[in-house]
């Protein structure tokens, strides 16, 4: 009886070459594909078509783009991550999902192997093969991109001569789409300078009158846009990159430490993301107290960098989701936006939990709430362990 093995399959080059690898092998094959958001009906028709054609016994297309939200985007959305302070983690985020729904479709089929189609060189094999290795204790682990170390053209050479007949033509940008954003690679990041031209951007610039939204937001989840209430996030999400992706927002080149040790550039295009992400941050910075903050920002580092690195599965994950869930039981409310060419910025926001009230006095003019004698008093008691310390010095300075 034949091994069999479920093969992440995208339909590109590596995975292509895959397929035809295992055949020789004499393994069953079973491709899958997982999207995440970047990919329409009419694509994943046309993958499933070529997985047949290469011979695969069985092909399965998942729809993650709702689970994947409710797993991980939301959490980056309540934490505002920007990894650097730059990057929404559009792709290494997706990868995570992708590779749980590989390992519990291996479970299901009771697999003999599982594989994916990484390189030697980049982040996601590290990312795969860990959360294979926890999900799925004992199955083979098989990566014959990484492991036998072909050049492109060598990958080539091997499927023409198994009679595959597909684009075999290299793209100037490798471009990988999800509901989180949107990679670029090209000849401009593999060097330490260099930007993107207007063309490698899959969404070219049409608008350039400035444009107004309102996001609503109900307990730190993005429900609204100008009114219409969607009945999923990620259907918010979509339609707000639809409206401001034409301004070139979102636009940048992320600086990065890889899992692995290298440094590594990589353009990304996340319009939604980057204004949800500062519209969500403006709003909570209105309704959360003086303390929750900096504790927020402390986990969020924390939180997306484990989360870069693969580590969706550790516990302390879900500790943190925990302290972001319960941080958002008031961020409710609405925030104003201008879209502009390239840029946009936060107007302000509506909230009946915003804590900047003139009721309890207006910053730098009058005070409400307490006394000019109430600030004195408070004011020798807060400084009070640095006057006496400043005493302690200057009296032990001055004796010597």
């Known amino acids: 009886m034949a091994k069999s093995v479920v093969l992440g399959f995208s339909g590109g080059l590596d995975?292509?070459?895959?397929?035809?690898?295992?055949?020789?092998k004499g393994y069953d094959i079973h491709s899958i594909i997982?999207?995440?958001?970047?990919?329409?009906?009419?694509?994943?028709?046309?993958?499933?078509?070529?997985?047949?054609?290469?011979?695969?016994?069985?092909?399965?297309?998942?729809?993650?783009?709702k689970n994947y939200y409710d797993r991980i985007v939301k959490y980056l959305i309540f934490g505002n991550v920007l990894k650097n302070n730059t990057y929404p983690l559009s792709v290494s985020a997706e990868r995570l999902v992708q590779a749980l729904h590989m390992a519990e479709h291996a479970k299901k089929l009771n697999a003999d192997a599982v594989a994916h189609g990484s390189t030697g060189a980049g982040n996601d094999q590290v990312r795969f093969?860990?959360?294979?290795?926890?999900?799925?204790?004992?199955?083979?682990?098989?990566?014959?991109?990484?492991?036998?170390?072909?050049?492109r053209e060598e990958e080539i050479e091997y499927l023409k001569s198994k009679g595959v007949d597909m684009n075999f033509a290299k793209a100037a940008y490798s471009i990988n789409k999800g509901l989180w954003g949107t990679s670029v690679g090209g000849r401009e990041t593999l060097t330490s300078k260099g930007f993107l031209?207007?063309?490698?951007?899959p969404i070219q610039v049409t608008k350039s009158e400035p444009e107004e939204v309102k996001l609503?937001?109900?307990?730190?989840?993005?429900?609204?846009?100008?009114?219409?209430?969607?009945?999923?996030?990620t259907e918010a999400i979509q339609h707000l990159q639809s409206v401001a992706a034409p301004f070139g927002i979102g636009r940048d080149i992320h600086v990065g430490d890889t899992i692995i040790g290298i440094k590594g550039r990589?353009?990304?295009?996340?319009?939604?993301?980057?204004?949800?992400?500062?519209?969500?941050?403006?709003?909570?910075?209105?309704?959360?107290?003086?303390?929750?903050?900096?504790?927020?920002?402390?986990?969020?580092?924390?939180?997306?960098?484990?989360?870069?690195?693969?580590?969706?599965?550790?516990?302390?994950?879900?500790?943190?989701?925990a302290y972001f869930t319960s941080a958002q039981a008031h961020v409710t409310g609405d925030v104003f936006v201008q879209l502009l060419?390239?840029?946009?910025?936060?107007?302000?926001?509506?909230?009946?939990?915003?804590?900047?009230?003139?009721?309890?006095?207006?910053?730098?003019?009058?005070?409400?709430?307490?006394?000019?004698?109430?600030?004195?008093?408070?004011?020798?008691?807060?400084g009070n362990q640095v006057a006496i310390y400043e005493s302690v010095k200057f009296n032990a300075n001055d004796k010597t």
């Not at 995975?15 to 020789?24: A, G, I, L, P, R």
């Not at 990919?39 to 729809?63: M, P, Q, S």
């Not at 204790?137 to 014959?144: A, K, L, Q, S, V």
């Not at 390239?342 to 009058?366: N, P, V, W």
């Open 341 to 382: 060419p390239y840029r946009f910025q936060i107007l302000g926001i509506e909230s009946k939990y915003d804590l900047m009230s003139a009721k309890f006095g207006k910053y730098g003019e009058m005070n409400n709430g307490w006394t000019g004698e109430d600030v004195r008093g408070f004011s020798k008691i807060f």
């Open 34 to 65: 997982v999207n995440t958001g970047g990919f329409n009906e009419e694509e994943l028709k046309k993958i499933e078509a070529h997985a047949y054609a290469l011979g695969v016994k069985t092909h399965t297309t998942i729809d993650a783009v």
């Open 266 to 321: 990589v353009g990304f295009e996340a319009a939604a993301p980057v204004v949800i992400i500062k519209a969500h941050h403006a709003l909570e910075k209105h309704v959360l107290t003086k303390w929750q903050l900096p504790m927020k920002d402390n986990l969020s580092i924390f939180y997306g960098n484990y989360l870069h690195e693969g580590q969706i599965l550790d516990p302390v994950m879900r500790d943190i989701e």
């Open 15 to 24: 995975t292509t070459f895959c397929v035809k690898h295992f055949q020789d």
């Open 216 to 233: 609503s937001f109900e307990k730190g989840e993005l429900i609204a846009i100008d009114g219409k209430k969607f009945a999923h996030p």
């Open 129 to 151: 093969d860990m959360i294979l290795n926890t999900v799925t204790p004992g199955i083979e682990i098989i990566t014959p991109i990484r492991d036998l170390k072909l050049s």
């Open 197 to 201: 031209p207007d063309e490698a951007w």
